[in-house]
């Protein structure tokens, strides 16, 4: 298995990784006639965004695509080809995402971070952890969970199946973007 590339949301001052979603409406391929497809192990869901907060709302500004061909336009914006993969790059989008939830996301390694080689890296893993509530698109609250991580992480969270837990239920557990997964309690 291999670590996923995670989505990310620019935030006050800089990229941050999400690790966990708590609620719906964020960027829906199918939605714009988009079907992506697997480029590499690294990003089984055929597809990356990049989202950012922008006076107070949630947009995707950017968005890796895999697609064999030229995916359509979205909106005005021409999809460009990345070297020679089949990933394409959507940049300046600003589509407006209607989700309402909570977001976590995070930023920074950790001295003694586990190695945990397969789905997408939870929160605890991160030295900076925000959480960003929304509601239709527009952010509510943000608050700064950087210190409750800390605490979770010194707690030592399992980096392997709990016992009795089948190795294909951690895996799909791992590939989820759940926060029982992402903040254990």
Known sequence: MTTQIPDEVFFERGWFSVAAVDGTGLFDPDAHDLDPMTTS?????GYICGYAVSDAHLVVRDLILGSEDPPPLIGKIHPVREDDDARWRYEGLDIPV???GRLLIGDGDVDDRPYLNMGFQPAWMYSEVHELTFQAGTLVTAADRSAEL???R???PATEPAQGESTKDWVSRTFSLSYDYSWPR
Do not use: E
């Open 154 to 156: 010194a707690a030592g």
């Open 98 to 100: 209607d989700f309402t």
């Open 41 to 45: 192990s690294a990003c089984w869901r």
């Open 150 to 152: 800390a605490a979770v």
